[in-house]
């Protein structure tokens, strides 16, 4: 498992435009606490309005780590970039990517953190090697996300449900299975990016024995209907060993994404499947509800439609964006 | 996809007991014609029966390389099994080893491939990096073994298949997907040693598009009722996209090997649930029979087993050791 230095310093580069801050966004609103600032290089014209800190004066108020906060075309770094990085690394910053080139193939990067004796942690890759799953079952209790598609809300949907138990009282964490959610969260596993073999181990590993009354709320990967990443999205399934999931849906996509001859499931037929390969290792997993990624439906329809899902299913349905996901943790707690 | 220099020198190194061997024997059955000989060390009691020619011998009558065909405890080579292998490299074969630990930890070893021009090869390791998958159909026909469990006929009942369609003037290709496939075939992919984003990608390219009457016969891997490694078979399903799947089964097994609280499935059920995960990316999956390692059962039992199961299933039932794939072949080529 991957452990980052809190709290950071979130890098921007010079880019042009929100979106390609998205990280940095994500980590602004999921994990403010742990955030001393940001820091940019002329020419950005993006700001998250936050205390523009050096890496320097960032260190000097206890910042751990620099973040590159950003996913910029063709997933590299520009050299201009990896010369700023390289002087946070000096200042005794570790340096933290999301990116698909790793840190470490930056010579003048290697040589910085060499010298000033930090880190350059890569969280897209996996760092170490994970033993088979054992199937045994584990103490404490766990919810996983799951999702019709990829890129709908799973890994939101997670944060929210993990904040709101949290914030009722239960023992619970938010348990990062991608780059962003392990940046968030200080840890995690990239578990698309281990060894076929062992993704189910990693996934055990990644949610250890519990208290009885704890719950990991585990940030899901992919879909099972996905002909490129369903076999990552299985292994997470049984290896998280979920007491239960929340099924996550964008009801404007009628494909998969950049998959057009793939289909949107059937929303039972979603749940049955989902509930159907998760009985190997859960027998008694059950869905608690559904969490829709809505931002296309006006309040009126998507009102409506969320009447017509709760009638069909029978179970919660919310947008944790536009309702927050109370339903789902009331769902969750149920006797 | 790795590639191996053909013909094989087999290496036995000074085991003692055939089972050690097991590799060197299944090289020497399925790939006779592509073997020039044995070597062992002063202490081996195993032979397989074949020339005995010494490193530099093999290479004079055109070995391309060595291949330790053993499963030493732990794992690893001994010292002076790396000794012997140095002097092969220097001599001019590849090395090429399915064992945990990478021939490329070994400094003496690396010295003399260098020396010798030879390339070392770990093909229980991936090599290179795939894609993701496309989901695209791709032209020619496929038929993947699958099963109930791990390691029980998958790789011998897709290289019988691929021997018997041959035999009827069928063009076919064995693909695959293990260790000791790849070492048969002199090509494949260690499909669970890639990285897990990429397993159904990997799938893809293994079985490119081919001929319309072309059969890719694709070695199955894992279970997906097995608590491990049921990610690398639904990837690997996915990725081959098949026309046909064959269930491997041993009737001896009540539960998944080494994991005694995991039942094997109901025979109708793992049909079921392997047509419905394959018909994600080929609608026209179907079941074509199933291949039985019935080692365990007396002629009459067996007789009297598969009776049952054709009656129970409706399908063709074979064991490939005891009775061949005929009538596996004669339902994949029935119009």
């Known amino acids: 498992m991957q452990r980052l230095r809190k709290p950071y310093l ?12 998205k990280t940095a966004f994500g980590l602004k609103d999921w994990c403010f606490d742990d955030v001393v600032g940001e820091w940019s290089l002329p020419g950005c014209s993006v700001t998250l309005g936050l205390a523009r800190l050096s890496p320097r004066e960032a260190a000097a108020r206890g910042a751990g780590s620099i973040v590159v906060g950003i996913a910029p075309t ?29 840190l470490t193939s930056f010579p003048e990067l290697v040589q910085a953190a060499s010298r000033g004796a930090v880190r350059l942690i890569d969280v897209r890759h996996s760092e170490r090697t994970y033993g088979a799953a054992s199937g045994r079952k584990r103490s404490g209790k766990r919810v996983l996300t799951v999702g019709t598609d990829c890129a709908l809300g799973k890994k939101y949907t997670a944060l929210a449900l993990a904040k709101n138990l949290k914030k009722r009282g239960v023992a619970a964490s938010f348990r990062a299975t991608g780059q962003t959610g392990i940046m968030i969260s200080g840890e995690g596993i990239a578990i698309d990016a ?40 299985l292994g997470l399934l049984h290896g998280s060993q979920p007491d239960a999931i929340v ?89």
């Not at 979130?10 to 801050?21: N, P």
């Not at 997933?75 to 390289?86: A, D, F, I, M, N």
């Open 247 to 335: 099924l996550c849906h964008d009801p404007s996509r009628r494909t998969i994404d950049e998959y057009p001859d793939f289909p949107i499931p059937d929303l039972q037929v979603a749940i049955d499947d989902y509930l159907r390969a998760g009985r190997l290792t859960n027998p008694a997993i059950r869905c608690v509800g559904l969490s829709i990624n809505s931002s296309s439906l006006s309040d009126a329809d998507c009102a409506e439609y969320f009447r017509r899902l709760t009638a069909e299913l029978g179970l919660p349905v919310c947008d944790p964006v536009r309702v927050g996901v109370d339903v789902l943790a009331a769902a969750l707690l149920a006797p």
């Open 74 to 102: 063709g997933g590299t770094l520009p050299p201009h970039w990896v010369t700023e990085l390289s002087k946070a690394a000096d200042a005794g910053l570790d340096v933290v990517s999301g990116l698909h080139t790793r």
């Open 194 to 233: 281990v060894i076929a073999d062992f993704i189910a181990g990693a996934a055990e590993h990644l949610s250890p024995d519990n208290a009885p009354d704890h719950w990991d709320v585990i940030e899901g990967q992919g879909s099972l209907f996905h002909p490129a990443y369903a076999g990552v999205t």
């Open 10 to 21: 979130l890098f921007l580069g010079d880019v042009k435009d929100k979106l390609t801050a």
